[in-house]
């Protein structure tokens, strides 16, 4: 039997308490019909979301890496993404030139130039690799999972405007 100490507790709790958070499915939402909208859209998901711990390969509210985090918020809107879990990617994964975002977006994604809210974003590594994705929100905002955990960055700052390789909408998107 374990014993446990205060900090498991706290992990414990604070799991339940983000496990708890719910977002209303919004499957077929008119998301273009009115602009607050999309601002309660974006207020859900990130009062279910930020702050939520990064964790390798995490598809589950105790822990998430950026993919898992766009298959939970796109499964919260009604869309199943396909899962890179099955492929073999370790930490490393985006120096080894593997381009699993990419190569399998095609199959659901179309690529825009002009972003719009929910859309996602995918960003490049030093070798060009898309190794990296969150997803957008107004005013060029976009929320994703990095070594932080959740967070909303701007696509304005320059570290990651520089990394942008590209803009998606789901081929399928009900908005």
């Not at 994964?93 to 990419?102: A, I, M, P, Q, V």
């Not at 997803?135 to 959740?150: L, Q």
């Amino acid at each position: 039997m374990r014993i446990y100490g205060r900090r498991d507790r706290v992990q414990q709790d604070t799991a339940k308490m983000q496990a708890d958070r719910e977002l209303p499915e919004v499957r077929g939402f008119p998301f273009g019909a009115d602009r607050t909208d999309i601002h309660h859209v974006e207020k859900l998901i990130i009062d279910k979301y930020l702050g939520i711990p990064y964790r390798h390969r995490g598809r589950a509210m105790d822990g998430l890496d950026c993919w898992g985090f766009l298959k939970l918020v796109y499964a919260d809107l009604g869309f199943k993404l396909f899962d890179i879990e099955d492929l073999e990617y370790g930490r490393a994964w985006g120096l080894r030139n593997k381009d699993y975002f990419k190569e399998n977006y095609v199959n659901d994604w179309m690529r825009v130039d002009d972003p719009l809210p929910l859309d996602g974003v995918l960003f490049l590594n030093s070798r060009g690799v898309a190794n990296h994705a969150g997803v957008v929100f107004k005013n060029r905002k976009f929320i994703h999972c990095c070594r932080a955990g959740v967070i909303i960055s701007r696509m304005d700052d320059k570290s990651w405007q520089k990394r942008i390789e590209g803009f998606y909408r789901l081929r399928n998107k009900a908005w």
